[in-house]
T-cell receptor, first 111, second 113 residues
Framework: TQLLEQSPQFLSIQEGENLTVYCNSS?????LQWYRQEPGEGPVLLVT?????EVKKLKRLTFQFGDARKDSSLHITAAQPGDTGLYLC???????????FGKGTLLTVNP | DTAVSQTPKYLVTQMGNDKSIKCEQN?????MYWYKQDSKKFLKIMFS???????INETVPNRFSPKSPDKAHLNLHINSLELGDSAVYFC????????????FGPGTRLTVL
């Protein structure tokens, strides 16, 4: 069974601060995705990383896939209240391309 | 236009009842999924269908039965509801099995009393 551990589970910061969320596993994934979920809605895909060591940027968000494709990180620069939400990492693996989700990081950015 | 829609949005029912949740996608996708998100926000896959064929069936009680009448619809029927079934159920779709971007519906919050 492939498991993904996300940390921290909760994060409350002030507007303008930087933060990093981590997603770790002992399993290798063919790719890894990051989703953001807002209250009362379904998760929305932010990015997919495929190659070990890959770095992708989405405005103030930087995503990195570990060299061994077992871990990933999400870094947010100068966080804004609009970044508030539940951030979920999900690994793709197995013959049926199943998505395995981490338990999420609930981010609150205070004005 | 809503890409992935679910009905109902909220469902409150008594233990032992049978209920269904409907899902429709208008994206022309081949693959559809059901996920369960518990009170701690842990999202876990239950089923996936590709072109109406069952692909993934996780360790889910057989009280849960998915049905896909066509590629655009995937419904979930739950028999003999139990307290532990209370959760938010999400439907999702993707272009195909090999296309990993999944589009999620807004969720159905099921409360079993």
């Amino acid at each position: 069974t492939q498991l993904l551990e996300q940390s921290p589970q909760f994060l409350s910061i002030q507007e303008g601060e930087n933060l990093t969320v981590y997603c770790n596993s002992s399993s290798v994934f063919s790719s890894l995705q990051w989703y953001r979920q807002e209250p009362g809605e379904g998760p929305v895909l932010l990015v997919t990383v495929v190659t070990g060591g890959e770095v992708k940027k989405l405005k103030r968000l930087t995503f990195q896939f570990g060299d061994a494709r077992k871990d990933s990180s999400l870094h947010i620069t100068a966080a804004q209240p609009g970044d508030t939400g539940l951030y979920l990492c999900a690994g793709v693996g197995g013959s049926n391309y199943k998505l395995t989700f981490g338990k999420g990081t609930l981010l609150t950015v205070n004005p | 236009d809503t890409a992935v829609s679910q009905t109902p949005k909220y469902l409150v029912t008594q233990m032992g009842n049978d209920k269904s949740i409907k899902c429709e996608q208008n994206l022309g996708h081949d693959t559809m999924y059901w996920y369960k998100q518990d009170s701690k926000k842990f999202l876990k896959i239950m089923f996936s269908y590709n072109n109406k064929e069952l692909i993934i069936n996780e360790t889910v009680p057989n009280r849960f039965s998915p049905k896909s009448p066509d590629k655009a619809h995937l419904n979930l029927h739950i028999n003999s509801l139990e307290l532990g079934d209370s959760a938010v159920y999400f439907c999702a779709s993707s272009q195909g099995l090999f296309y990993n971007e999944q589009f999620f519906g807004p969720g159905t919050r099921l409360t079993v009393l």
